[in-house]
C-alpha cells in the first residue's frame, strides 16, 4: 500500500501564494503523479499531471498559474500556484500511479490514480 501525504496548504487572499508538497511511500520518480481538488458541492477535479519522463498537463483554468514539479533531492513533487483566485478554494489532493503500462501518459482523470492523499485545504479569499 502507498502513502501519499500533502501538505502545505492554508489560507491566502486572493492574488497570492502557495505551494502545495506530495510525498509518497514508492519512489515518486517512477509514478504518474496527479493533484486533484474539490470545492463545496463540487466533483474531484484534476488540476495537474506530471510523469517520470517530466510531461506534464494542466487542466485550463489553472494554465499560467501552477505548475507542478518534482524536487530530486527532496524526493517530493509540487504545485506551485500563483495568482490564486476565490475559485481555487478547495480541498487538494495528491494522488499516485506506479504502475508501469499507464504512468508515462499524463492524466487528469481520477479514476487513473490508485493511490491518493488525505488532501490538504486552501482557502482563497476575496
Known amino acids: 500500500q502507498v502513502e501519499v501525504v500533502e501538505s502545505g496548504g492554508g489560507s491566502v487572499q486572493a492574488g497570492g501564494s502557495l505551494t502545495l508538497t506530495c510525498t509518497a511511500s514508492?519512489?515518486?520518480?517512477?509514478?504518474?503523479m496527479g493533484w486533484f481538488r474539490q470545492g463545496p458541492g463540487k466533483e474531484r477535479e484534476g488540476v495537474a499531471s506530471i510523469t517520470p519522463g517530466g510531461r506534464t498537463e494542466y487542466a485550463d483554468s489553472v494554465k499560467g498559474r501552477f505548475t507542478i514539479s518534482r524536487d530530486a533531492v527532496k524526493a517530493t513533487v509540487s504545485l506551485q500556484m500563483d495568482s490564486l483566485k476565490s475559485e481555487d478554494s478547495a480541498m487538494y489532493y495528491c494522488?499516485?500511479?506506479?504502475?508501469?503500462?499507464?504512468?508515462?501518459?499524463?492524466?487528469?482523470?481520477?479514476?487513473?490514480?490508485?493511490?491518493w492523499g488525505q488532501g490538504t485545504r486552501v482557502t482563497v479569499s476575496s
Open positions: 514508492g519512489n515518486i520518480y517512477n509514478g504518474r
Open positions: 494522488a499516485a500511479d506506479f504502475r508501469t503500462w499507464t504512468r508515462d501518459i499524463t492524466s487528469l482523470t481520477t479514476q487513473d490514480y490508485p493511490c
